[in-house]
Antibody, heavy 118, light 106 residues
Framework: EVQLQQSGPEVGRPGSSVKISCKAS????????MNWVKQSPGQGLEWIGW????????DYAEKFKKKATLTADTSSNTAYIQLSSLTSEDTATYFC???????????WGQGASVTVSS | DIQMTQSPPVLSASVGDRVTLSCKAS??????LDWYQQKHGEAPKLLIY???NLQTGIPSRFSGSGSGTDYTLTISSLQPEDVATYYC????????FGAGTKLELK
């Protein structure tokens, strides 16, 4: 069974950074990209980008190029997203999602909440 | 950027109804469109990929169609467990979700 287990809720101060993890199991980690999606409170979904764990290559939405950094550790089958220079606009739930194609997201993590508060 | 407009924003229907959700792109997206279902407090779930392909494990009452700029998700016979928000998502040029259609029971 494919599973994506995300880390717990994070609280970050304005201007700081947070890093969320997404541990994959049940499939070969390097065979699929990992997408990341943002959902602000009560709002819709925004695609942030994806990383190919095998090559480390990435693709970002323009809006998130200076905000998010995607990495992956093939030794632990874990993908990461780091969010920098936090503002209130970054308060949201962040989902990781396995991608085929690479944009068809066929398995999702449970989501990780980030709250930006001083 | 391609804009995705979903209609209606909220839809109330009865169990057993045939339900149609619409998604319109601001330009041709060449069928590069998926549909996701998100129940309250849960992660989204892939229902349909590349316009009309049913994801494994999804009930056959769900179907997708469309081309060019206009796409549709149909539920042939609404079930109580289908209450959710449905998002269309294009990846033809950039990556854009629609704002969602919230499906409620009447």
């Amino acid at each position: 069974e494919v599973q994506l287990q995300q880390s717990g809720p994070e609280v970050g101060r304005p201007g700081s950074s947070v890093k969320i993890s997404c541990k994959a199991s049940g499939y070969t980690f390097t065979d699929y990209v990992m997408n990341w999606v943002k959902q602000s409170p009560g709002q819709g979904l925004e695609w942030i980008g994806w990383i190919d764990p095998e090559y480390g290559s990435t693709d970002y939405a323009e809006k998130f190029k200076k905000k998010a950094t995607l990495t992956a550790d093939t030794s632990s089958n874990t993908a990461y997203i780091q969010l920098s220079s936090l503002t209130s606009e970054d308060t949201a739930t962040y989902f990781c999602a396995r991608g085929t194609g690479p944009y068809v997201m066929d398995a999702w993590g449970q989501g990780a909440s980030v709250t930006v508060s001083s | 950027d391609i804009q995705m407009t979903q209609s209606p924003p909220v839809l109330s229907a009865s169990v057993g109804d045939r339900v149609t959700l619409s998604c319109k792109a601001s330009q041709n997206i060449n069928k590069n469109l998926d549909w996701y279902q998100q129940k309250h407090g849960e992660a989204p779930k892939l229902l349909i990929y590349y316009t009309n392909n049913l994801q494994t494990g999804i009930p056959s009452r769900f179907s997708g169609s469309g081309s060019g700029t206009d796409y549709t998700l149909t539920i042939s016979s609404l079930q109580p467990e289908d209450v959710a928000t449905y998002y269309c998502y294009q990846y033809n040029s950039g990556n854009t979700f629609g704002a969602g259609t919230k499906l409620e029971l009447k």
